[in-house]
């Protein structure tokens, strides 16, 4: 089974600063997605950004990207210019890649907290 | 923008009761997902649901839970009889075919007594 790895509990970062949130992943599959999602306050989950694992490039969103080594199997995500908004937790997570009939759940790590200091 | 509703927003129960969850997936998704968060633990997948079935299901879905899809928008996650243990954040999910992204809506809390 899958399991992904976030050893971070809690994060703090200066406001207008960046910060660096890591996870590991253990999957014996070639071909997976990975995903970080944010969860404010409200508990609602968020997706903040995606990985296909047979893509090199590393993904971009805006203020967010990540570093993903597959090899090492880690997928960093780096919070550029950092907000108060972006105060939550943030929770890595793993999916098989879709396989005609397959509706895989995802796997969630424990997660970060991650405080904004103004 | 379409997102994924639930409701009840919370909901206070006796132990032994049964529940009903309800979900108004992504109107041209197909595929639904629910999940479970324990207050201050990791989100856990629950069921996978396709094509009117079961897709796949995690060992916490016992035979206490049951979904359904009981009409052409609502998705509805059942418990049998609730445990002090099934406190927790419900939420539902959807997808579409062939998308790796699933989108989440705003969670129902489930408080059992």
């Known amino acids: 089974a899958q399991t992904v790895t976030q050893s971070q509990p809690e994060m703090s970062v200066q406001e207008a600063e960046t910060v660096t949130l890591s996870c590991t992943y253990d999957t014996s599959e070639s071909d997976y997605y990975l995903f970080w999602y944010k969860q404010p306050p409200s508990r609602q989950m968020i997706l903040v950004i995606r990985?296909?694992?047979?893509?090199?490039q590393n993904a971009t969103e805006n203020r967010f990207s990540v570093n993903f080594q597959k090899a090492a199997k880690s997928f960093s995500l780096k919070i550029s210019d950092s907000q108060l908004g972006d105060a939550a937790m943030y929770f890595c997570a793993y999916r098989d890649t879709y396989s005609g009939g397959g509706a895989d759940g995802l796997t969630f790590g424990k997660g970060t907290h991650l405080i904004i200091q103004p | 923008e379409p997102e994924v509703t639930q409701t009840p927003s919370h909901q206070v129960t006796q132990m032994g009761q049964e529940v009903i969850l309800r979900c108004v997936p992504i109107s041209n998704h197909l595929y639904f997902y629910w999940y479970r968060q324990i207050l201050g633990q990791k989100v856990e997948f629950l069921v996978s649901f396709y094509n009117n079935e079961i897709s796949e299901k995690s060992e916490i879905f016992d035979d206490q839970f049951s979904v359904e899809r009981p009409d052409g928008s609502n998705f509805t996650l059942k418990i049998r009889s609730t445990k002090l243990e099934d406190s927790a954040m419900y939420f539902c999910?959807?997808?579409?075919?062939?998308?790796?992204?699933?989108?989440f809506g705003p969670g129902t809390r489930l408080t059992v007594l």
């Open positions: 990985q296909e694992a047979y893509k090199q």
């Open positions: 999910a959807s997808s579409r075919q062939g998308a790796a992204e699933q989108f």
